[in-house]
């Protein structure tokens, strides 16, 4: 085994490993949990872990494991749909910020997203859920803003050092306008930045819904969602800890998984990093 | 000049017990979960106002003792004359506000004046409507004239909004409060704490503490903390139920659990389109499943109710037979009404525990019969604003925690929006009504027609869980009022 190889297992193998059991648990509640989420057995409350409930049970009586399973379903879902916002608006923008590059349009797209981004992003989110309502869609909404500065910042800080090299000037020379440059040339050379960067802001997505469940403006209840369910069991910490020691090692687990990978990532696809070793 | 380590340690152990070990403690630190909004309780509804200064700075001609019965309070006797029309009030001799003015027949015209006024921001208007004028006889006489006799009168002026303010001070009540009450007022830390010291000058008996501080913690997790560090030495109300077993074996502390005015209530907004059906209401009452909400929600603390009124009471008919938990039943009766297992209600829940978990345990509850609900946990002022104000819900779950509040139910505007007019009859002739046998009688048909009636989801009687320092006596068990009446409290040593 090459020496690159080996270190490529120290971070990418353990973080792809914790990422796939956290989705992995997530798909398998579609199709089954071991008890349902939205039944309350009250007389079943508070059970610590046992045969039958592996994790236990919360103070409704629900099952830990199921909850945290259905409850990675919300997080996965809330983080992808707003790393998908942030990379659908920001990707472009960026690109277009690059290819008017020091132009008005360029500084009009930036200023733009410097002001969003100089916003506390927890702040940002409070304010939409404030102003639209709690839920899951609102989250995602405001978990997306932040993310469009920052893929607009680094798709233009890649492009930009593209656009002066000989192959970009072939593509101009041979007719192809700005637009095209963008997506055809420039956009398959940044993606290994904007997947690693993905990961990245995957991990702070989940890090943001389960924040924002925290204080009440993520998923309702019914709906599962680790944040909550750390929420319910504050108090209950000294009566039954495991309410909370659960969904907060899973919460921790999942975003050392992500960051993992991210870093494995960027390791394996960045070929400057491949050529020194 | 040396002195040696051992006789130097000797001598700061002495100055550290010396103090202590001889008299008991005369300063006292409350926890409350909300803060006060302001000081004036004419001028307010939140419960938090009364808490504070309700006995302790300000005082009515009458007051609600520990058991809810009302004592005499600045007025010393009454008569009553003109076939209950004319009560003649006899005050208490000697008595100053904290700045020096002295009280007078004139201070009991103007505060029922000033309640009374059409620009008058008092919470409990409907207290005063039936007072057509307040006569000053002479200094120490005052006489209060009424449209109807009034049975409800003495227990009327015993409420907090009914307090007795001094015309140069009232306008200032909201930040500098000035009474006639056994402590005045010291310092307001907004966001921390009230500090309220003993009035050395008081008309009556002497109260043992010297200071009282209110602190406000409205994090559950923060309260149990300040109460296992010391920094609180009780909390009358504690919110968080859960940690009572806990508070409970620590020797350090007493679990006392009482009674409150609080009703907890599914409030069904009666005009919203799929709850005007009756058998839809009931349908609801029967598929809830009260002991799962106490056991669930309140971890066991709380009376199940089966109308809105309080069990403790002497009126009080037990009334849960009416809503069984019987989830055939229910789904029989959306099949009645025709709706079905096609039935979406919104479910708005404000903070407190009782309704964010009791919420919860109910949206799951009606899902086994077919009732969809959608949850929005809301903040108070949302609250306030969207269902009390805007009627704007289908579904909430509250705690009205006024004392003998069945009458609510007679305004028609209130925001369940219920609608009898054989109940409004009924509590209008009650309001008139001295007898106390057919008051009795009035109060058990009230009860009866708005169980029968499904109004509501009545639910549990709060509990009153105080948490406080085994060495404290006086507080009180119960709660008949909004209020944290510190006149009888002291340390045992």
Do not use: C
Not at chain 1, 44 to 69: C, E, K, Q, Y
């Amino acid at each position: 085994m090459s020496v690159a190889a080996s270190s490529r297992f120290k971070t990418l193998l353990p973080g792809a490993f914790l990422v796939l059991v956290f989705f992995g648990a997530a798909l398998i509640s579609f199709f089954y949990t071991p008890f349902d989420v939205e039944t309350l057995n009250i007389k079943n409350r508070m059970l610590t872990p046992n045969a039958v409930n592996w994790l236990g049970t919360d103070h409704f009586g629900r099952d830990i494991l199921s909850m945290l399973m259905v409850g990675a379903r919300t997080s996965i879902a809330v983080a992808f749909i707003a790393v998908g916002i942030g990379v659908l608006f920001g990707v472009p923008l960026g690109l277009l910020a690059a290819s008017y590059r020091g132009r008005w349009a360029d500084e009009f797209i930036m200023r733009g997203n410097d002001l969003v981004f100089a916003f506390p992003a927890l702040l940002i989110a409070i304010m939409i859920t404030a102003v639209f309502g709690p839920g899951a869609v609102n989250a995602i909404i405001a978990i997306g803003i932040f993310n469009v500065p920052v893929f607009a910042r680094l798709t233009r800080g890649a492009s930009l050092s593209l656009w002066n090299r000989e192959f970009i000037m072939a593509a101009r020379v041979a007719g192809k306008g700005s637009a095209r440059i963008s997506f055809e040339h420039i956009l398959p050379n940044i993606l290994n930045l904007l997947i690693v960067q993905s990961t990245i802001q995957f991990s702070l997505g989940i890090l943001a819904e389960a924040g924002l469940s925290y204080v009440g403006l993520g998923a309702q209840p019914p709906t599962p969602s680790w944040g909550r369910m750390l929420a319910d069991s504050q108090t209950l910490t000294t009566v039954a800890p495991h309410l909370a020691l659960f969904p907060g090692m899973v919460i921790v687990l999942t975003v050392l998984g992500l960051n993992l990978l991210g870093d494995g990532l960027r390791d394996w696809l960045d070929p400057r990093l491949r050529r020194e070793r | 000049m040396i002195i040696d380590k051992r006789s130097f340690t000797a001598l700061l152990l002495a100055a550290a017990f010396s103090g202590s070990a001889l008299a008991a403690k005369t300063d006292i630190t409350l926890g409350m979960a909300l803060e006060p909004p302001n000081l004036d309780p004419t001028g307010g509804a939140a419960a938090a106002i009364d808490e504070v200064v309700y006995a302790n700075i300000f005082e009515g001609l009458t007051r609600f003792k520990a058991d809810g019965s009302v004592h005499p309070a600045l007025a010393s006797e009454w008569s009553i004359e003109n076939e209950g029309k004319r009560y003649v009030f006899t005050l208490q001799s000697g008595v100053k506000f904290h700045d020096g003015a002295d009280f007078t027949a004139d201070d009991v015209k103007f505060s029922i004046e000033r309640a009374k006024a059409d620009d008058s921001t008092n919470a409990q208007k409907g207290l005063f409507e039936n007072i057509t004028s307040v006569e000053v006889i002479d200094d120490a006489t005052v006489a209060i004239d009424l449209e109807t006799p009034d049975g409800n009168l003495l227990f009327n002026l015993a409420w907090g909004d009914a307090i007795i303010l001094d015309s140069e001070s009232a306008d200032n009540a909201a930040t500098a409060p000035i009474g006639t009450g056994p402590f005045t007022f010291s310092n307001w830390v907004q966001g921390d704490r009230i500090e309220i010291e003993k009035n050395p000058d008081y008309w009556g008996e002497a109260v043992a503490l010297e200071k009282a501080t209110f602190k406000f913690i409205s994090d559950p997790t923060a309260a149990f903390a300040s109460l296992m560090a010391g920094d609180v030495d009780a909390f009358p109300n504690y919110p968080a139920p859960e940690n009572l077993v806990q508070l409970e074996a620590d020797p350090r502390f007493k679990v006392v659990v009482g009674t409150t005015e609080g009703e907890t209530i599914l409030s069904m907004n009666n005009k919203s389109e799929a709850l005007a059906d009756v058998r839809v209401r009931q349908a609801i009452a029967h598929a809830i499943d009260r002991q799962a909400i106490v056991d669930g929600a309140m971890f066991g603390y709380g009376t199940p109710i089966g109308s809105h009124f309080a069990p403790h009471h002497p009126s009080y008919i037990d009334l849960t037979g009416n809503s069984t938990f019987d989830q055939d039943k229910a789904r029989a009766l959306l099949k009645e009404a025709g709706v079905e297992g096609d039935i979406s209600l919104s479910l708005k829940l404000p903070p407190p525990a009782y309704a964010r978990r009791g919420g919860e345990i109910i949206a799951a509850q009606l899902r086994e019969v077919g009732i969809e609900t959608t949850i929005e946990n809301v903040e108070w002022a949302q609250w306030l604003e969207q269902v009390f104000k805007g009627k704007d819900f289908d579904l909430t779950i509250v705690s009205h925690t006024e004392p003998l509040d069945i009458g609510i139910y007679a305004r028609d505007d209130y925001y369940f929006q219920y609608n009898n007019p054989n109940f409004n009859e009924l509590m209008a002739a009650f309001s008139k009504e001295i007898d106390i046998e057919q008051r009795d009688i009035m109060l058990k048909q009230a009860q009866t027609i708005i169980s029968e009636d499904y109004v509501n989801g009545f639910l549990f009687q709060l509990a009153k869980t105080g948490v406080a320092n085994t060495k404290i006596n006086g507080l009180w068990e119960n709660q008949p009022t909004q209020a944290n009446d510190l006149t009888g409290v002291s340390w045992s040593d």
